[in-house]
Nanobody
Framework: VQLQASGGGLVQAGDSLTLSCTTS????????MGWFRQAPGKEREIVAT????????FYADPVKGRFAIVRNLARRTLWLQMNNLAPEDTAVYYC?????????????WGQGTLVTVSS
């Protein structure tokens, strides 16, 4: 399973940013997909997930109402649309396949992409 994340950058508070994760259609069909993040000095935490059928989504409380996880099989891509960003959203964001456990682990990981939100 290969996951290629991109789209991070430096933005200002209140801005929007969309992260992308390119993978295979097979991966998107086989796994629940997720985005995690790890802020400096903190544990990695789950941000959002979308199930194999794209019928169910989950959002961590800090991002509810601001972030959206979307996938498109034809484009072999998973996105994390982030709106109204705040400095607390600053973190390395990871695309993952097969989240499990208490929200810190997944079967497969992409490389991280850094999001920095300035106040």
């Amino acid at each position: 399973v290969q996951l290629q994340a991109s789209g991070g950058g430096l933005v200002q508070a209140g801005d929007s940013l969309t992260l992308s994760c390119t993978t295979s259609t097979r991966t998107l069909r086989m796994f629940t997909m997720g985005w995690f993040r790890q802020a400096p000095g903190k544990e990695r935490e789950i941000v959002a997930t979308i199930d194999r059928s794209a019928g169910d989504t989950f959002y961590a409380d800090p991002v509810k109402g601001r972030f959206a996880i979307v996938r498109n099989l034809a484009r072999r891509t998973l996105w994390l649309q982030m709106n109204n960003l705040a400095p607390e959203d600053t973190a390395v964001y990871y695309c993952a396949a097969g989240p499990y456990g208490s929200g810190h682990d997944a079967q497969y990981w992409g490389q991280g992409t850094l999001v920095t939100v300035s106040s």
